[in-house]
């Protein structure tokens, strides 16, 4: 089984290649559902302890989502938007909604990330042609360290540092309304993939 | 103000204070003498090292390392008497609501439970605790005056 720290800069930019077809898919079936348009930026690949991760935001007020990822590749994926965010999101859909009603708007919060999770999923999985599947989200509305905390939990087990697929989607006119933080972090032992791959025992 | 981040363990002595932001399923234990006005603190994650899937890991990070250590830290490096010790914890909240991975218990739950076994299994009195529920919370230790306070989001402040 390979280690976090057997990654090379080969890995971490394919890693970055399908994060960054994966996200692409994800802000188009954004814009799609919002009929507006939504950007996002490169993203970014990186070994974090995951102490510091939590360091960053942690008593941030947000509302996040979180998939669990199975098939091909085993990880963990988060979607991470500050409360307020998480609202203006949700209004557009459901105009009486907020992420912490407990019933419509919390639910189109969680179908949102079910959508843009599975736009990103299938992107990532047609370019390293593999199966992924992924759980329906789980869902809360509270301090972000508290979340990403527990989020992290399995991951925990195998290191003490985090693989992490980082991308923000954002809206092009109102960046400080709607944005998201897109988190895809995989297993350390699903990387096998990811070396075979990288050393052309499988094509793409 | 020593921040103490997930798995770390860190020792203050007052006028210092010892802080742990956002916990959710984790626990955040501390061990303080009133004496000394002194305290150590551990970010607790998960109940048992025996989970782990890698050789190597750092001792704050299960209870069942953390607590043995921090014991040392009070008593073998900062030479305070073991009979001195007493324990405050608060964490170990279920974030997720409709969580379907942990189906038998959660492992806040857990936590909450390992680190209380391992304080008496060392016979350190755990005299509060602000554990469960599902929100996060910023915890804050003054070895001054042995006050944990607990701020949450939506739940105000609490001291214990």
New interface residues.
């Given amino acids: 089984m390979h280690q976090l720290s057997d990654l090379t800069p080969t890995h971490l930019d394919l890693l970055k290649e399908a994060g960054n077809i994966g996200a692409a898919h994800a802000a188009t079936a954004l814009s799609t559902l919002l009929h507006e348009r939504i950007e996002m930026n490169v993203p970014s690949v990186t070994i974090m302890p995951?102490?510091?991760l939590?360091?960053k935001d942690?008593?941030k007020?947000v509302a996040a989502t979180?998939i669990?990822v199975t098939g091909g590749l085993k990880g963990c994926y988060v979607m991470i938007f500050g409360e307020q965010q998480a609202n203006s999101l949700i209004s557009r859909l459901i105009p009486s909604g907020t992420v912490d009603d407990g019933g419509m708007g919390s639910s189109a919060f969680c179908e949102i990330s079910n959508i843009l999770c599975g736009s990103y999923l299938s992107a990532i999985s047609s370019m390293l042609d593999t199966r992924l599947i992924q759980?329906?989200p789980?869902?809360?509305v509270?301090?972000?360290?508290?979340?990403?905390?527990?989020a992290?939990?399995e991951l925990?087990?195998?290191?003490?540092s985090v693989l992490m697929i980082d991308t923000a989607l954002f809206h092009q006119e109102q960046q400080d309304k709607l944005s998201g933080e897109f988190l895809f972090m995989p297993y350390p032992?699903s990387l096998d993939l990811i070396f075979s791959l990288a050393a052309g025992e499988t094509s793409l | 103000m020593i921040l103490v981040g997930l798995s770390e363990i860190k020792f203050a002595e007052s006028p210092e204070t010892l802080k742990s932001l956002g916990l959710g399923s984790c626990i955040g234990v501390i061990l303080y003498s009133d004496r000394a006005h002194c305290a150590g603190m551990a970010h607790v994650m998960l109940p048992d090292s025996s989970l782990s899937c890698s050789g190597s890991f750092s001792p704050g990070k299960y209870a069942d390392t953390a607590v043995p250590a921090l014991i040392r830290l009070m008593t073998v490096i900062h030479g305070l008497p073991m009979a001195e010790l007493k324990a405050k914890m608060a964490g170990g909240a279920e974030m997720f609501r409709a969580s379907q991975r942990y189906s038998t218990m959660s492992i806040g739950k857990r936590n909450a439970e390992a680190v209380g076994n391992q304080l008496s299994k060392y016979r350190v009195p755990l005299v509060a605790a602000e554990t469960g529920h599902d929100f996060g919370r910023t915890i804050e230790f003054d070895p001054g005056n042995g006050m944990l306070v607990i701020r949450t989001i939506l739940r105000g402040e609490q001291r214990i």
Avoid at chain 1, 142 to 150: K, V
């Fill in positions: 995951m102490n510091e939590m360091k942690a008593e007020y979180f669990e759980s329906p789980d869902f809360a509270d301090m972000e360290g508290a979340i990403l905390g527990e992290l939990n925990s087990l195998y290191d003490d032992g």
